[in-house]
C-alpha cells in the first residue's frame, strides 16, 4: 500500500498563505487520484481539492465551491509529493487537513469513501 505524510501546518492569520505537502511512499502519486480533504471539530470531513489523470499525458482538477480561487492542488512526479497551496486564509479554513489518494488514477473523486489511503493529517489553525 501507498503511505502518505502530509505536513506544513501551523497557525496562521487571517489572509495569509500556507503550503502543505503530503509525501508518498510505497506507490507512485502520479498514478493515483490525489484528494485534500479536511475536519473541524465537530464536523464531518469535508471535501476540499483533488487531482487525477486525464488521458495519458494531462490532468484534472476540481475544489470545493468555498476554497475555489484560493487554494491550488498540484503534484511533484520527481518527488512522488502532492501540495496544496492555500491563500486569503479565513478563520472557517481553520480544520485538520488530511491527504488521501486513490489507485484509480483516471478518475475524479469527491467523496472520503471513494480514497484508499489516508495520511496522519496536519493542524491548520487561522486566527482573525
Known amino acids: 500500500q501507498v503511505q502518505l505524510v502530509e505536513s506544513g501546518g501551523g497557525l496562521m492569520q487571517a489572509g495569509a498563505s500556507l503550503g502543505l505537502s503530503c509525501a508518498a511512499s510505497?506507490?507512485?502519486?502520479?498514478?493515483?487520484?490525489v484528494g485534500w480533504f479536511r475536519q473541524a471539530p465537530g464536523k464531518d470531513r469535508e471535501f476540499v481539492a483533488a487531482?487525477?489523470?486525464?488521458?495519458?499525458?494531462?490532468?484534472?482538477?476540481d475544489y470545493a465551491e468555498s476554497v475555489k480561487g484560493r487554494f491550488t492542488i498540484s503534484r511533484d512526479s520527481a518527488k512522488n509529493t502532492a501540495y496544496l497551496q492555500m491563500s486569503s486564509l479565513q478563520p472557517d479554513d481553520t480544520a485538520v487537513y488530511y491527504c488521501?489518494?486513490?489507485?484509480?488514477?483516471?478518475?475524479?473523486?469527491?467523496?472520503?469513501?471513494?480514497?484508499?489511503?489516508w495520511g496522519q493529517g496536519t493542524q491548520v489553525t487561522v486566527s482573525s
Open positions: 487531482i487525477s489523470r486525464s488521458g495519458w499525458s494531462g490532468y484534472s482538477t
Open positions: 510505497g506507490g507512485f502519486l502520479s498514478t493515483y487520484t
Open positions: 488521501a489518494a486513490d489507485r484509480h488514477g483516471w478518475s475524479m473523486h469527491l467523496n472520503v469513501n471513494e480514497y484508499d489511503y
